[in-house]
């Protein structure tokens, strides 16, 4: 029975080549282009999802009412004072991008010498917040010592080839320099991760540089990063009202001096890459207003493509339904 249908489908398009070609061609294109643009909704949407703590992980962001300007850049004293004040933390991470690409080499090959943009200094808790798994190394124990680095896949393969990578020496010259030994080696970070990164070093190795010392400097360098866990069952704008009053009571002779105020919030994982409003250099940002005039243009398409293969199919039945009438 589906070899008849097959017959006559293939002897009525090959009657009618020229409406056959447009009808299925028009069909097929319109949807091929609506699949394309869904693919790239679901891929804008899909960003960070596959982090096993996905549902309770904030990035912190601060709006300063001089200005009114949202920024994801905080002082490197905010998230362990967070920790320490607000019940609702149960962990934090900071991060602090190398904003000078540093020139890495191998000690062992120095031949192989490069410049990298994805350099991120981190807290040990990075790797238990998010979900970057290790192919080599302890999870546990990443991080914890200084003058240790963490490589993903394709930068072993780049630097070392097929030779073993763990313990072996890098050379870095960016905010701080010096030799680092690889202690472990991450998979390659997927492409719907709003960060970024080949490399990974101590964020104890960069506290120690001596701008870093003053202890003023704890809140008013604010060129970090600071993600919070929080427990399930937290009351987010009570969360927030805390983390403002740990802001203001640390900084208070500050904000007293310029007459200013600053809102904490807790941005979810789930607005970071849509939310161009908040400055966050060196993260991947993306636009929710794109997004949407491109779910926009895909169903517009759709609906042309089936209008069109509708009107042709309804203009060919009227003209055998002459025919037969004839």
Same mark, same amino acid.
């Given at each position: 029975m589906l070899a008849n249908y097959l017959k006559v489908a293939l002897r009525h398009i090959l009657r009618r080549?020229? @409406?056959?070609?447009?009808?299925?061609?028009?069909?097929g294109l319109g949807l091929t282009c609506c699949l394309l643009i869904?693919? @790239?909704?679901?891929e804008e949407y899909s960003f960070d999802r596959?982090?096993?703590n996905y549902p309770d992980l904030y990035r912190v962001i601060g709006t300063e009412s001089r200005d009114a300007k949202t920024d994801a850049l905080t002082g490197y004293a905010l998230g362990p004072a967070l920790a320490q004040?607000?019940?609702?933390v149960v962990g934090f991470t900071r991060l602090h991008p190398d904003y000078n690409d540093p020139v890495i080499s191998s000690k062992e090959l120095p031949d192989k010498a490069f410049e990298e943009r994805n350099v991120w200094y981190v807290d040990p808790s990075f790797l238990q917040m998010f979900s970057y798994p290790l192919v080599s190394g302890n999870p546990g124990h990443a991080l914890a010592e200084s003058g240790t680095i963490l490589i993903s896949e394709s930068s072993a393969r780049k630097y070392f080839?097929?030779?073993?990578?763990?313990?072996?020496?890098?050379?870095?010259?960016? +905010?701080i320099g010096g030799a680092f030994r690889v202690d472990g080696v991450f998979k390659d970070v997927p492409t719907n991760s709003h960060l970024?990164?080949?490399f990974l070093l101590s964020m104890a190795d960069l506290l120690q540089r001596s701008k870093y010392n003053d202890p003023l400097a704890? +809140?008013? +360098?604010?060129?970090?990063?600071? @993600?919070?866990?929080?427990?399930p069952d937290a009351n987010i704008p009570d969360v927030e009202r805390k983390f403002t009053n740990v802001a203001m009571q640390h900084r208070k002779d500050h904000y007293d001096r310029i007459k200013a105020s600053v809102r904490v919030n807790a941005q979810p994982l789930s607005d970071v890459h849509l939310n161009e409003a908040v400055f966050a250099p060196r993260a991947v940002e993306g636009s929710k207003r794109s997004? @949407?005039?491109?779910?926009?243009i895909g169903v517009v398409t759709l609906l042309i493509a089936l209008v069109n293969y509708i009107n042709l199919a309804t203009a060919r039945s009227l003209d055998r339904a002459r025919t037969v009438m004839k």
């Open positions: 080549k020229g @409406y056959s070609l447009i009808n299925i061609s028009g069909l869904f693919q @790239y909704v679901v596959f982090n096993t004040e607000v019940p609702e080839g097929s030779a073993e990578p763990m313990g072996k020496m890098l050379n870095v010259t960016g +905010w970024q990164f080949d704890a +809140w008013t +360098w604010n060129n970090f990063y600071t @993600y919070v866990q929080l427990r997004v @949407y005039f491109f779910l926009f």
